[in-house]
């Protein structure tokens, strides 16, 4: 399964891109996305953000779990208290069946199935991992809210949380 990570400040505006693959069940941890359709990935996550506004008024929880659907890409949605968004996209592998043959036949894996509970715990572990570290990055004096992160152990700490979880 590829993978695209976004922040999203108060203003709409991106904070944090990153791009991965899956590294469990022998992944080498390289995002699979179709040449013609990386460039879609940000227009993509920043295209669900009015779903996740109508959302998050509605439920109260800080997880939003899969909030928008684009052909064959999911968006999940974890929100901080101060409005920020991690939003991210994931591509299974192989196309999932949207019709009435998902059975208890059908793989549970994290790759296989982007909307079976498996996967929505492993998304969410992976969110409150990125949630930890972006607060300790906001507890930083050189860093002002709704500023673009730069910080490449950031990136490097957003990365092994992929890799321990996706």
């Not at 800080?62 to 999911?74: A, I």
């Amino acid at each position: 399964m590829s993978y695209y990570f976004a922040i999203v400040g108060i203003k709409d505006n991106p904070l944090f891109e990153h791009e991965f693959g899956t590294s469990k069940q022998g992944g080498d941890g390289v995002a699979r996305f179709r040449e013609e359709a990386r460039h879609m990935n940000q227009f993509i996550v920043h295209s669900s953000l009015d779903i996740v506004e109508e959302v998050q008024w509605g439920n109260g929880q800080m997880y939003l779990k899969v909030v928008d659907r684009f052909h064959n890409n999911y968006i999940s949605c974890f929100l901080t208290g101060g409005n920020i968004k991690f939003l991210l996209l994931h591509a299974p592998s192989t196309p999932t069946p949207t019709t009435a043959t998902n059975t208890s036949r059908s793989s549970t894996s994290v790759a296989a199935n982007p909307t079976a509970p498996a996967t929505e715990e492993a998304i969410r572990q992976f969110m409150v991992d990125v949630y930890e570290v972006w607060v300790k990055t906001l507890m930083n004096p050189f860093y002002s809210p709704d500023m673009e992160i730069r910080s490449s152990i950031f990136r490097s700490r957003v990365a092994a949380a992929g890799k321990k979880y996706l």
